[in-house]
């Protein structure tokens, strides 16, 4: 029990830039989520099982009467397609850990994928139980951040129209952390000028799927060019 | 609650589930020991950040242009959160002054 303590007080630092980051986009869906009608339990159950900030941002849009379960996976796995990506730059790292890599796949999120992927294990931990508490904290922030929200909705009447910019932002921040990598800037301006020119072309509630699939082919034909560096993982 | 508890319940289930196999996908496709073929290897690499640029677009898909307010809004929030991230790389100060921005200007100004 003790190396479980020594790896979480040891991880707890490298998580502080997740903990601030969840507690805004967490409160952001609580909120979104409490003005549906739901109390602050259902969006700590939503948390605790789904765990995923625009998957979850998405969701909200689900509850009302009348939506198809077929609309609910789609939607869903396109918002998330992405995260199949992650595990691959993670393959070799999480084969390495045991039964608990199942949690870690679960709780692979677009800020623990970042933090699993750049944080050194630092000396005289255990790597597996060091990167398990960094899995586990963060999904404690962001089950704390939408309890908050959900529960700041229903005691302060106060407007909460356009809160889910946080999505938006929390996005932007991200697409400006991978810019920094000057390998990624032209995979990210494939997908901004592909997904702009889709959108023109078949509208807001249709262009993902025909974006997504000439951002794949276009990645392919241009690999030679992309191609150059070795590591998978940042 | 614009739905029963039951029916609520199951939205989220289905949601998890579908969660879960995005993420699970490539663990179950390249086990422990096998080994990852060169373009999958390069996929990994490469349409992160394209995603990341499509999904930026997705979060502004619903930007009015053409009527008022003309996307103004959402042009100068996203630029305040672009530049303040630049300047401090700080997520929550970034996130957090573009949001309540962003909210100032379409609850007050527009």
Not at chain 1, 133 to 138: E, N, R, T, Y
Not at chain 1, 194 to 210: I, K, T
Request: aromatic share 14%; glycine share 8%.
């Amino acid at each position: 029990m003790s190396e479980y303590k020594q790896a979480f007080k040891k991880a707890f630092p490298y998580t502080i830039p997740v903990l601030t980051g969840y507690l805004f986009i967490g409160i952001a869906f609580g909120v979104m989520y409490a003005e549906k009608g739901y109390s602050f339990l259902w969006a700590i159950l939503m948390s605790v099982m789904v765990y995923a900030g625009s998957g979850q941002y998405l969701a909200v849009n689900f509850f009302v009467p009348g939506i198809s379960f077929i609309q609910v996976i789609f939607l869903t796995f396109m918002v998330n397609v992405r995260h199949v990506f992650y595990g691959i730059s993670l393959l070799e790292r999480f084969n390495k850990i045991g039964k608990k890599r199942w949690y870690m796949i679960f709780a692979l999120t677009d800020e623990s994928y970042s933090l699993l992927c750049t944080t050194k294990v630092p000396k005289g931990v255990n790597e597996a139980k060091f990167l398990f508490a960094i899995s586990v904290l963060d999904h404690l922030y962001w089950i704390l951040g939408s309890a908050i929200g959900a529960i700041a909705k229903t005691l302060l009447p106060i407007s909460s129209e356009g809160i889910e910019f946080a999505m938006t932002a929390l996005f932007v921040v991200i697409f400006i952390e991978q810019w920094m990598e000057s390998k990624n800037r032209i995979p990210e301006l494939i997908g901004v000028v592909v997904a702009v020119s889709s959108l023109l072309v078949f509208g807001a509630n249709n262009f993902v799927l025909p974006a997504m699939l000439v951002i794949v082919s276009l990645l392919f034909v241009g690999r030679k060019q992309l191609d150059k560096e070795g590591a998978v993982c940042r | 609650m614009p739905l029963s508890a039951g029916m609520s319940f199951l939205i989220i289930v289905v949601v998890a589930i579908t969660t879960f196999a995005t993420r699970v996908i490539p663990f179950l496709v390249f086990p422990k020991g096998k080994e990852i073929p060169k373009t999958v290897q390069y996929l990994g690499k490469v349409l992160t950040p394209a995603v990341i640029g499509m999904l930026v677009v997705y979060c502004l898909k619903g930007t009015t242009i053409l009527s008022k307010p003309y996307g103004i809004p959402e042009a100068v929030s996203v630029l305040v959160v672009a530049v303040l991230h630049i300047w401090k790389r700080n997520n929550l100060l970034s996130i957090g002054v573009g949001t309540v921005l962003y909210m100032f200007l379409v609850q007050v100004v527009f």
